[in-house]
């Protein structure tokens, strides 16, 4: 089994590709060039895992496209050790990709069966973020304040519990807006209780929903 101390030359052109579609952060490049894509989808999509596509996992749900995966980790500027929490587990990619950037991750999922395998595959690679199965718009109060906040379902609203659980000039990125699509936002905390937005883009994620499910 490929692992991450042996990176694949797909995932290194992938990461090329990315660059050429306007990706600049050497550090996410790097870090998309060492995950193995492929071992976080069924094997019967392998063929597909280098293409710059989103893929249907479990449960209804995707792995983002990596180009959406590469571009919300840009805007988060993570810087080693940061702590950064991601709501929406899903496959474990992004949070495979957040482990190779050194940061201190935390992961929530509201699908217990995607958390389970998540977290097996992560292991399995030798990434041990801190998972999570809970309601992602609880966010982790017993674990916050984070520097970082990376969103990878649609609320319809900005989450302001997750908000309150930002450090002070900590951000969060977040597709922000209902089923026909979403802006890419980033919400950065100015101070308690000022924030400034900035808006990225239109993407299109899988709703964020309230409550867990087997
Ligand atoms: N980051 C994932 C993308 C998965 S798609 C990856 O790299 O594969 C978004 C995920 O968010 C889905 O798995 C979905 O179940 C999850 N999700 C949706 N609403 C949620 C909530 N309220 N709390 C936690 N996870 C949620």
């Known amino acids: 089994m490929d692992t991450s101390q042996h990176p694949n030359n797909e995932a290194r052109k992938l990461a090329e590709g990315l660059k050429r579609k306007g990706i600049s952060d050497k550090r996410v490049l790097a870090a998309i060039g060492n995950v193995p894509r492929h071992l976080f989808i069924d094997e019967r999509l392998a063929e597909y895992a280098y293409l710059d596509r989103p893929l249907p996992i479990e449960k209804g749900q995707t792995i983002s496209q990596p180009y959406t995966v590469a571009f ?22 992004q949070a495979a990709v957040l482990c190779e950037m050194g940061a201190d991750v935390y992961s929530i999922e509201r699908y217990q069966e995607l958390h389970l395998q ?13 998972l999570f199965f809970g309601d992602g718009f609880e966010g982790l109060p017993q674990h916050a304040p984070f520097d970082k906040i990376l969103v990878t379902a649609a609320p319809e609203k900005n989450p302001e519990k997750l908000l309150n659980q930002l450090k002070i000039g900590g951000w969060m990125v977040a597709p922000i807006g209902g089923r026909q699509g979403q802006r890419m936002t980033v919400i950065k905390r100015i101070s308690n209780d000022k924030f400034r937005e900035s808006e990225h883009g239109d993407f299109i994620f899988v709703p964020m929903q309230k409550g867990t499910d087997e």
């Open 72 to 93: 919300q980790t840009e805007l988060l500027q993570l810087k080693p050790g940061e702590k950064v929490l991601e709501i929406g587990t899903g496959s474990g990619y």
């Open 118 to 130: 998540a977290k097996e595959t992560l292991n399995k690679l030798g990434y041990y973020p801190r």
